[in-house]
């Protein structure tokens, strides 16, 4: 079963030899099974002290006077003093922080992927309005720009019917109603140029009616997919020179807001009203179609500045002044029995009284740990028969080390095991992977059980 798990591919060491030596002179360094016990104990004791070392820290300098331990004996201060309460003092500094305020800069590709949709979406309603045909399609002095709206938007029924009653009605009749509503206007200046034509014979007036509902209807049925949710009559009734100004002003309200910026998390009633703002001078039907267009395009272009934020978060924590606790002499700091507080061990750190040593059964304990995983570690190795060389071993040491150095120097609350267990495995065995990933994980708990108690 075990022969499932045999690494396929070439030991870590080869492939970083391979990088400077000719295909010949790696093969040297892969390992063979003569001599390799010996090697593998050498790097077993290093390996055991190294991590002990590594994972064990703070066993070397253990106050046994520690929060929450009961004192031995009843302690007073040997003198007057301000103590500064480091817990405390990181408590303020880290409640400070979370109230900080990230800096935030302007994601330029992100402006410019927004601008580039604003674009296209012009560009479709554009050609769906080329494809309708101009507005106004016939000279404003003949039919006003109503009437022609009105009469483009009819269907063919009521066109019809509209022709029959101009044809059939006398000159001083009402005028009718339709389908869509009254149409007064459009039957009183259809009348009056069938009465008296001006610039266009009454057939041609027809024809070109009859020629821009046909590109109208055809409009419609060729909806653009990034324009199913917008009302079509409404962005076809604006005129020509209405629509160029409608997209200019678009052009420009965006670039005002993206200049601003737009920060992650904005509420959409928040983008809705500033976009009516800046739509207020413009006519009802641009702040209609602006109103529907420019939000959903508008999205944030902010990005937090990491360096600029940590700067900020430095000079906040400068500012925060160190929480102090005071004594005066010969005042009890800890009574005899009593658990120690986060006040009296700040007061014994000061007065050097907290009895900082070796803590010899947290190292023992963590010796032993170790040398068993490390022994498991060999078990698994010779199991699935994987001779590894000096190098492979040194490699796998440091990768195991960063670990608890990651943690240990950066105070970081996460570490590289998800790394190390994905180049261990690729390079040599899942399995062995595995175990390392087991080493690691459970002497970075201990070290976590052991802080906490």
Do not use: C
């Amino acid at each position: 079963m075990l022969k499932l798990f045999r690494a396929q591919t070439q030991p870590l060491s080869r492939w970083l030899t391979l990088a400077f030596q000719d295909q010949g002179s790696a093969a040297s360094f892969i390992s063979r099974p003569k001599g390799n016990h010996r090697y593998s104990l050498i790097m077993a004791a290093i390996a055991v002290a190294t991590l002990t070392s590594v994972v064990g820290h703070r066993f070397y300098n253990e106050p046994q006077l520690a929060i929450g331990r009961p004192a031995p004996e009843t302690i007073r201060a040997p003198r007057s003093t301000q103590a500064i309460d480091q817990v405390a003092t990181d408590a303020a500094i880290e409640a400070a922080l979370k109230d900080a305020l990230s800096i935030y800069r302007v994601d330029q590709t992100a402006s410019q992927i927004i601008i580039a949709n604003l674009e296209q979406t012009l560009l479709s309603i554009t050609q769906l309005r080329q494809r309708a045909g101009p507005l106004p399609f016939i000279p404003t002095t003949i039919l006003s720009v109503s009437t022609q709206t009105t009469l483009r938007q009819m269907d063919a029924s009521d066109w019809q019917r509209l022709l029959r009653d101009l044809a059939t009605q006398p000159p001083d009749s009402k005028p009718l109603r339709t389908s869509r509503g009254s149409a007064s206007q459009t039957f009183a200046e259809l009348r009056r140029q069938q009465e008296t034509p001006q610039a266009l014979p009454w057939p041609e007036l027809i024809s070109r009616i009859e020629k821009a509902q046909q590109q109208y209807q055809a409009a419609l049925r060729t909806k653009p997919s990034n324009l199913i949710d917008f009302d079509l009559p409404a962005l076809l009734a604006l005129t020509d020179q209405d629509w160029q100004q409608a997209q200019n002003s678009f052009k420009q309200i965006l670039a005002r807001i993206l200049t601003q910026g737009i920060p992650p998390g904005l509420p959409n009633q928040v983008t809705e009203a500033t976009v009516a703002i800046h739509l207020q001078n413009d006519s009802a039907a641009i702040q209609q179609l602006g109103e529907r267009l420019l939000p959903p395009i508008l999205q944030p272009n902010l990005r937090i500045d990491p360096v600029k934020t940590l700067r900020q978060r430095e000079i906040i924590a400068q500012q925060i002044p160190p929480v102090t606790v005071s004594i005066r002499r010969d005042d009890i700091i800890v009574t005899a029995g009593t658990p120690i507080s986060q006040r009296a061990f700040a007061l014994l750190e000061h007065f050097q009284l907290s009895r900082r040593g070796i803590n010899g059964w947290g190292l023992a304990f963590t010796f032993a740990l170790v040398s068993g995983e490390i022994a498991l570690f060999i078990w698994v190795q010779k199991r699935l028969r994987l001779y590894l060389s000096k190098r492979d071993y040194l490699l796998i040491l440091l990768l195991s080390t960063t670990a608890p150095l990651l943690v240990w120097t950066t105070s970081l609350r996460f570490t590289s095991l998800p790394a190390i267990g994905l180049l261990i495995s690729s390079f040599y065995s899942s399995v062995l992977g595995a175990v390392v990933i087991f080493r690691a994980n459970s002497t970075h708990g201990l070290r976590d059980e052991w802080e906490s108690d």
